[in-house]
């Protein structure tokens, strides 16, 4: 299982799965991260936390363990 914790910067890849419950799925879901849902990592802090990625034309930023929530694929 890859997740997007594990994509690497330039990297554009698609939503296989939300894993997770309650608030922080919810949150995710909010922000338009559903299955489906085309990811382009943009910029990794240089200890992994935060995440930046581009979703929808929007700039989002993930905690390192909530990007672990997020199942991708190529």
Known sequence: MR???DV???E???VKRLHG????RRRMMDMGI???AVIHVVKVAPLGDPIEVSVRNYQLSF???D????EVEE
Do not use: C, D, H, Q
């Open 63 to 65: 905690r390192s363990a």
């Open 8 to 10: 690497a910067v330039g």
């Open 34 to 36: 559903i299955k489906g």
């Open 21 to 24: 419950e309650g608030a922080t």
């Open 3 to 5: 997740t997007l914790k």
């Open 12 to 14: 554009t890849v698609t």
């Open 67 to 70: 990007a672990g929530m997020i």
